[in-house]
C-alpha cells in the first residue's frame, strides 16, 4: 500500500496543495490549542462518566470506516470530516469555538442593522452573591423550582416593577446569556442581557439604581442573600460589541483566555488551558468537570420578547448547537485530500497531532500529510491513503 501512494503522489498531489498557498497563519496557534485542549481534558479525567461521554468521542472516534481530510478551496482551510462531534458549547472547546463565532456573526449583523434604523441597545449585567462553599448547582439554582440565579431571572421577568422600568427604557426585546468565572469566593456566575430599544437615549444612575433595587429583591425571593449596590447589577449603554466577546467574537474565539476575568477570577477558557500546561496536576480538573456538568443541557441563548422581535432574531436559533458544530463537515466544493484509518486517527488525536496534519493539507496536500506522518509515526504509514480518483 505504501508503495502503491507513493507512485500515485508523483502524478497527483502538486495540484491539491496550491489551494492552501495563502492560508492566514493567525489561525493555526488557536486551531492547535483549541484540539490539543480537548485531547487533554480527555486525558486528565475532566471529561470522565457517562454523561460526557459525548465529550471524549467527540473529534476522536470516527462515523465511517475511515476519516477524510478536507480542503475547502474557497478558504484554503483544511478539516477533518466523518467523526464525531458533541456539539457542546459548555463542554468542548472545539465545539464551543465554532458555535459562539458563529452566533456571535449573527447577533452582530442583527445589532448593526438595529444600529441603523435608529435603535438602542443597553448591556445589563446580573450577578448572584456567593460564596466559596457553594457549589455551582447552588448558585445556578432551577429555573423550576425560581432558586438561585436562573430562578432570580425567572422571578425578574415575571416581575410588574421591571416589566416597567424595561418600558421607560423603550424595550422592545433582549438576548441572554451565562457566564461563569471561578475565584476565591468560589463560582462566580452571572447573567448577560443585551436589551433592545427603540431609542437611542443613553442611561442615567436613576435607571441603574432601580434595576438594582428591583434584582435585589427578587434575589432574596429566590433565597439568595441581599446583593449589595455595586456588584448586584450594571446598566451600561452600548452596542453588541462587548457583548459578543463575552461568548467568545469571532476573531477572539480565546478571547476569554487572552482579557481574563476581574477580581482575580479565572475564566473556564484559563482553566482549560491550565488543564492543557499541566495535565492531571491542574488544580481545575475537578472543578472543570463540575462546571460541565452543572451547565450541560442549559441554553446558551434565550431570546426575549414579542413574536415580531423574535422573528427577526430567529437566525440566531435556527441552527441547534450540535448542527453548527457539524455543518463544516463536507462542502460541495470541498476537496477529500487525504483517509485516515481509524486506528491511526485516535493516534494522532491522543498524541494532539491533528491540527498539525490539518496544517500540512493546508501547505501541501497529500504529500505533506503523507510526509508528516512518516516523519512522527512511520509504523502507521499504511492507514493513510489518498481517494480513489473518480471513474472518466
Known amino acids: 500500500m505504501a508503495n502503491q501512494n507513493d507512485s500515485q503522489l508523483k502524478n497527483q498531489s502538486a495540484p491539491l496543495g496550491i489551494?492552501?498557498?495563502?492560508?492566514?497563519?493567525?489561525?493555526?496557534?488557536?486551531?492547535?490549542?483549541?484540539?490539543?485542549?480537548?485531547?487533554?481534558?480527555?486525558?486528565?479525567?475532566?471529561?470522565?462518566?457517562?454523561?460526557?461521554?459525548?465529550?471524549?468521542?467527540?473529534?476522536?472516534?470516527?462515523?465511517g470506516s475511515e476519516v477524510a481530510i478536507v480542503l475547502n478551496p474557497s478558504t484554503e482551510t483544511a478539516h477533518a470530516a466523518g467523526l464525531e462531534t458533541c456539539g457542546s458549547v459548555w463542554a468542548c472547546p472545539v465545539c464551543r469555538a465554532k458555535i459562539l463565532s458563529q452566533r456571535a456573526q449573527a447577533l452582530q449583523t442583527f445589532a448593526d442593522g438595529w444600529a441603523n434604523v435608529g435603535g438602542g441597545m443597553f448591556m445589563l449585567t446580573l450577578t448572584v452573591p456567593h460564596s466559596a462553599d457553594m457549589s455551582l448547582a447552588d448558585v445556578k439554582g432551577k429555573t423550576k423550582d425560581k432558586t438561585g440565579l436562573t430562578g432570580a431571572l425567572r422571578r425578574l421577568f415575571s416581575d410588574g416593577s421591571y416589566r416597567r422600568w424595561r418600558e421607560r427604557l423603550g424595550y422592545v426585546g433582549a438576548v441572554k446569556s451565562l457566564e461563569a468565572t471561578d475565584g476565591r469566593n468560589g463560582w462566580h456566575l452571572h447573567a448577560h442581557i443585551l436589551l433592545f430599544t427603540d431609542n437611542s437615549r443613553d442611561t442615567s444612575a436613576q435607571d441603574e439604581d432601580k434595576i438594582s433595587e428591583i434584582w435585589a429583591r427578587v434575589c432574596e425571593k429566590a433565597g439568595l442573600a441581599r446583593p449589595s449596590r455595586q456588584h448586584g447589577a450594571r446598566l451600561t449603554h452600548g452596542g453588541a460589541a462587548d457583548y459578543v466577546i463575552k461568548w467568545g467574537a469571532p476573531n477572539e474565539v480565546m478571547s476569554q483566555s487572552a482579557k481574563g476575568a476581574k477580581n482575580n477570577n479565572v475564566t473556564i477558557a484559563q482553566m482549560e488551558s491550565d488543564v492543557l500546561a499541566n495535565g492531571r496536576d491542574s488544580r481545575y480538573v475537578s472543578r472543570l468537570r463540575e462546571y460541565y456538568l452543572t451547565m450541560r443541557g442549559a441554553?446558551?441563548?434565550?431570546?426575549?420578547?414579542?413574536?415580531?422581535?423574535?422573528?427577526?432574531?430567529?437566525?440566531?436559533?435556527?441552527?441547534?448547537?450540535?448542527?453548527?458544530?457539524?455543518?463544516?463537515?463536507?462542502?460541495?466544493?470541498?476537496?477529500?485530500?487525504?483517509?485516515?484509518?481509524?486506528?491511526?486517527?485516535?493516534?494522532?488525536?491522543?498524541?494532539?497531532?491533528?491540527?498539525?496534519?490539518?496544517?500540512?493539507?493546508?501547505?501541501?496536500?497529500?504529500?505533506?500529510?503523507?510526509?508528516?506522518?512518516?516523519?512522527?509515526?512511520?509504523?502507521?504509514?499504511d492507514e493513510v491513503r489518498m481517494p480513489d480518483l473518480p471513474e472518466r
Open 19 to 63: 489551494y492552501a498557498s495563502n492560508v492566514a497563519k493567525s489561525a493555526k496557534p488557536t486551531r492547535r490549542a483549541l484540539w490539543a485542549t480537548r485531547a487533554a481534558l480527555n486525558a486528565t479525567g475532566a471529561h470522565s462518566g457517562d454523561e460526557l461521554k459525548r465529550q471524549r468521542a467527540c473529534g476522536r472516534d470516527n462515523l
Open 299 to 381: 441554553k446558551l441563548i434565550t431570546i426575549l420578547g414579542g413574536k415580531e422581535f423574535r422573528e427577526q432574531l430567529r437566525g440566531l436559533e435556527d441552527k441547534s448547537d450540535e448542527e453548527l458544530s457539524a455543518e463544516k463537515e463536507m462542502l460541495e466544493e470541498s476537496i477529500v485530500i487525504a483517509l485516515i484509518k481509524p486506528r491511526l486517527w485516535r493516534c494522532l488525536y491522543d498524541r494532539r497531532l491533528v491540527s498539525h496534519v490539518l496544517d500540512a493539507a493546508e501547505s501541501g496536500g497529500y504529500a505533506a500529510v503523507r510526509g508528516f506522518i512518516k516523519r512522527r509515526v512511520p509504523h502507521w504509514l
